[in-house]
């Protein structure tokens, strides 16, 4: 709860604000809300700081990291080329970034009804497992995205790249898909 605050904005609400994507009626709502409240207005620079730190952070390929549809809008508008693979539960799809590419964008679809939360495990010959915990998702997505650290990308050989996508449930798991990312190093 915030504190002061009797109807705080819901943090999907405050994220479509900062993005643009509220109808004019609703985007007014809020700024009005926001002109009143403290609390939401602190959560909402909070926020901003975190999309800014996390967008730095993957500008520099620091980090992988899963990203939403606007955060790549938002870097498309600032320059940014990305290079994107999508690939379906069980499929297969050839990958490759250039000296050009700023972002390398997995798409991977899945069907995460009743999901909020997954783990991102990936693994391939002669490299260490990678497993990103507690990956937010939403229960209506289509896809998780998946920003891959550049400096990484680029230093990758041929390499087969299988990652597994799996919602835990108590002490168990369950697979909502296997990807395989054939690796290709750029023409040099």
Do not use: N
């Amino acid at each position: 709860m915030t504190p002061g605050c009797d109807q705080p904005l819901l943090d999907p609400v405050l994220e479509d604000y900062w993005f643009g994507e509220l109808p004019a009626t609703e985007a007014e709502r809020v700024e009005e809300h926001l002109f009143t409240c403290d609390g939401c207005g602190d959560r909402l620079r909070r926020f901003v700081l975190l999309g800014e730190g996390v967008s730095r952070l993957a500008r520099e390929g620091a980090v992988s990291v899963a990203v939403t549809d606007s955060f790549l809008e938002v870097a498309a508008r600032a320059g940014l080329r990305t290079r994107e693979h999508s690939v379906s539960p069980g499929g297969r799809v050839a990958c490759t970034v250039t000296a050009q590419d700023d972002l390398m964008v997995a798409r991977m679809s899945a069907d995460f009804r009743g999901v909020s939360e997954v783990d991102v495990l990936v693994e391939a010959p002669g490299l260490p497992a990678l497993r990103l915990e507690d990956v937010p998702v939403s229960s209506d997505a289509r896809e998780l995205i998946l920003l891959r650290a550049m400096p990484e990308a680029r230093a990758l050989g041929h390499v087969e790249l299988h990652v597994r996508v799996v919602a835990r449930e108590g002490s168990s798991e369950r697979v909502l898909g296997d990807y395989i990312f054939d690796h290709t190093p750029p023409p040099a």
